[in-house]
């Protein structure tokens, strides 16, 4: 398993940005996509983007497709989460983690165990 640890979060107003960070460690980064979820309160945990291995495909939730930008350093072993024109909707603790292709869809690695994740809370 890789040790993952996200960080970033904050608290903005609305239609300002924050960067998400997540370092991993423990497992062959390099060779996994990687995916950020995240949960607000009362809800399940939701996709929100992917990257692939490469850094060279990438997919996102339509909530947040135009604003939010996902990229990676396999040089670092992070994977980052551009998020510009924040809304309240927004408001959720985020995490990274390896994930594999289910057909057209991002799911976690079960193999893997979830970070502690990062708050971002977004005010209006």
């Known amino acids: 398993q890789a040790r993952l640890v996200e960080s970033g979060g904050g608290l903005q107003q609305a239609g300002a940005s924050l960067r998400l960070s997540c370092a991993a460690s423990?497992?062959?980064?390099?060779?996994?996509?990687m995916g950020w979820f995240r949960q607000a309160p009362g809800k399940e945990r939701e996709f929100v983007a992917v990257?692939?291995?490469?850094?060279?495909?990438?997919k996102y939730a339509d909530s947040v497709k135009g604003r939010f930008s996902i990229s990676r350093d396999n040089a670092k072993s992070t994977v980052y989460l551009q998020m510009n024109n924040l809304k309240p909707e927004d408001t959720a603790v985020y995490y990274c983690i390896p994930v594999r292709s289910y057909g057209s869809s991002w799911l976690p690695d079960p193999s893997q165990s979830w970070g502690q994740g990062t708050q971002v809370t977004v005010s209006s």
């Open positions: 423990g497992r062959t980064f390099s060779s996994s996509a």
């Open positions: 990257i692939n291995w490469s850094g060279t495909n990438t």
